[in-house]
């Protein structure tokens, strides 16, 4: 007799089930896996959730594979991503990091605290994205002007 409850169409039983508990669900606005909190289901299944990182309400999406987008330069993947451009720039000078220094993009850099990187970005009008074996680092320095 217990198992008739799986076919039950009772929605208040099914809502009073989910909704409000926790669920992994991808978020588009993060951009990642993150905690949702669910807001409405259909049967058995999350139909709205709302992320606790952004708290951006939005359609139920499956936790995704993230493996391969470039958004992640945490951990092995920033040496990967280090090596890989260290490879590519391997016969540019190394300049060391000054206030005073002028760098674009590609410029390989030597810095007291991180070692060697390379610049990966840069953010108007004086900072300067540093990729280093380690770490993703923002530097500031004096601009190009
Ligand atoms: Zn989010």
């Known amino acids: 007799m217990e198992k008739n409850l799986e076919k039950s169409n009772?929605?208040?039983t099914a809502k009073d089930s989910l909704v409000g508990?926790?669920?992994n669900a991808y978020c588009k606005k993060c951009t990642s896996n993150q905690e949702h909190i669910i807001v409405t289901t259909k049967g058995d299944k999350a139909t709205r959730v709302?992320?606790?990182?952004c708290g951006d309400e939005h359609p139920y999406k499956s936790p995704q594979n993230l493996d391969g987008l470039?958004?992640?330069?945490?951990?092995?993947?920033t040496e990967l991503e280090w090596e890989k451009l260290m490879n590519a720039h391997k016969d540019a000078p190394i300049k060391s990091y000054a206030m005073k220094?002028?760098?674009?993009?590609?410029?390989?850099?030597?810095h007291p605290t991180f070692g060697d990187g390379?610049?990966?970005?840069?953010?108007?009008?004086?900072?300067?994205?540093?990729i280093f074996k380690d770490a993703v680092k923002i530097l500031i320095y004096s601009g190009n002007s």
């Not at 470039?70 to 993947?77: E, I, K, L, Q, W």
């Not at 002028?102 to 410029?107: A, E, F, Q, S, V």
Request: proline fraction near 5%; hydrophobic fraction near 30%.
């Open 10 to 12: 009772d929605p208040a």
């Open 21 to 23: 508990k926790d669920i």
């Open 50 to 53: 709302k992320c606790h990182e």
């Open 70 to 77: 470039a958004v992640d330069f945490s951990g092995t993947h």
């Open 101 to 110: 220094g002028k760098y674009t993009l590609g410029d390989k850099l030597g």
């Open 118 to 130: 390379i610049v990966s970005k840069h953010i108007y009008p004086n900072k300067i994205e540093v």
